[in-house]
C-alpha cells in the first residue's frame, strides 16, 4: 500500500472577508450628516414636545440603533419617514438597521429609495452593493461600489470591498488592482493585505501571497485566517514545516479551527508523520467539517490505521 501526496481541504478560505462592518454611521439629522446622535438630546423629551418632528424620531431611532434594538430603531424610522416622505436619511438608516438585522432585501428597497432622494451619496451605494455582495449578486455589487468610489475615490473600503467582488467571480487581476489601490489608501489595512494575499495565492504566486500575508500578519497578530492561508501557500510550495508552524499558530488563536486541524494533519501526512496526521484528523472529524471534507478525512483515517496495524 502507498501513500500519495495529499490535498488540503482548500487552498484558501474560499470568500475574501468584506470591510469589517456596513457604513453604519447613523445620521442625526441635527448633527453633520454622518455624526453621531448628540447624546445630549432628550429624545423622548422631544418627541412628547413636538410629536409632528421627525428628525426627533431619527434621533431616537439612532439611540436605538446604537443599543442594537433594531426592531425599536425601524419603528421610529417609519414613523420618521410617514412624517417626512423625502428624507433620505431616515431611509438610510432603517436601511441600515434592516441590515444588521440580516434582512438584505429590505435593506436594498431602503437603499433604493435613500439613492433615489439623494443620487450624492456614496455611502448609501457602498451599502446597498455590500447588502448585494452578501446576497451573492457580485455584478450588482461592482456596480454599486463603481459608484461608490466615483463619488468618493479616497474610500479604501470600497475597492477592498469590491476586490473581494470580483475575486468571487474569478477575476483575479482587477480584484488584485484593487486590493492595490484600498492598500495605497491605506498602507496599514490588514484585510487588504490578506485578501490579495488571498488572490495571489489563487493565481499561483505564492511568494507574493506570502508577502502579503506576512503584512496582514505584523498589523493583526491575532488574525488566525491570516496565519491559515499563510500556511496553505507554504504547503503549495511543498514547505511543509512552514505550513506545520503556521497551522499551529492558527490553532493556537482558534482551538476550534477543523480546518487548520485539518490541513495540519494533510501537512504531517505528506511529511511522513502518519501518528500526528490521525490525530489531528480525529481532532478535525470531532470539531466538525463539510460533510464532503467528513467522509475524506473518514477515509483517510481507515487507510492510515490500516498503515501503523502493518508498521509502515
Not at 469589517?20 to 441635527?30: H, I, S, Y
Not at 442594537?68 to 417626512?84: K, T
Not at 481532532?283 to 463539510?290: D, K, M
Amino acid at each position: 500500500m502507498c501513500i500519495v501526496l495529499l490535498s488540503l481541504a482548500c487552498n484558501s478560505l474560499d470568500i475574501p472577508p468584506l470591510s469589517t462592518a456596513v457604513e453604519d454611521n447613523e445620521r442625526g439629522v441635527d448633527n453633520e450628516k454622518q455624526g453621531q446622535t448628540d447624546p445630549a438630546i432628550d429624545v423622548d423629551e422631544a418627541i412628547a414636545l413636538n410629536p409632528q418632528d421627525a428628525r426627533a424620531y431619527i434621533n431616537r431611532g439612532n439611540a436605538y440603533f446604537d443599543l442594537g434594538d433594531y426592531d425599536r430603531a425601524i419603528a421610529d424610522y417609519d414613523q420618521a419617514i410617514a412624517l417626512d416622505p423625502q428624507n433620505a436619511d431616515a431611509y438610510y438608516n432603517r436601511g441600515n438597521a434592516y441590515f444588521d438585522k440580516g434582512d438584505y432585501d429590505q435593506a436594498i428597497a431602503d437603499y433604493d429609495e435613500a439613492i433615489a432622494l439623494d443620487p450624492q451619496d456614496a455611502e448609501a451605494y457602498y451599502n446597498r452593493g455590500y447588502a448585494y455582495d452578501l446576497k451573492g449578486d457580485y455584478d450588482r455589487a461592482i456596480a454599486d461600489y463603481d459608484q461608490a468610489i466615483s463619488l468618493d475615490p479616497q474610500d479604501a473600503d470600497a475597492y477592498n470591498n469590491r476586490g473581494a467582488a470580483y475575486a468571487k467571480i474569478v477575476d483575479y487581476d482587477l480584484a488584485i488592482a484593487d486590493y492595490d489601490q484600498a492598500i495605497a489608501l491605506d498602507p496599514q489595512y490588514a484585510e487588504a493585505y490578506y485578501n490579495r494575499g488571498l488572490a495571489y495565492g489563487k493565481t499561483g504566486y505564492y511568494d507574493l501571497a506570502i508577502a502579503d500575508y506576512d503584512q496582514a500578519i505584523s498589523l493583526d497578530p491575532q488574525d488566525a485566517e491570516a496565519y491559515y492561508n499563510r500556511g496553505n501557500a507554504y504547503f503549495d510550495k511543498g514547505d511543509y514545516d512552514q505550513a506545520i508552524a503556521d497551522y499551529d499558530q492558527a490553532i493556537s488563536l482558534d482551538p476550534q479551527y477543523a480546518r487548520a486541524f485539518y490541513n495540519r494533519g494533510v501537512a504531517y501526512a505528506n511529511s511522513g508523520d502518519y501518528d500526528q496526521a490521525i490525530l489531528d484528523f480525529e481532532r478535525a472529524l470531532e470539531l466538525g467539517l463539510e460533510p464532503s471534507e467528513q467522509e475524506e478525512v473518514e477515509e483517510l483515517l481507515k487507510e492510515y490505521e490500516i498503515l501503523e496495524e502493518l508498521g509502515q
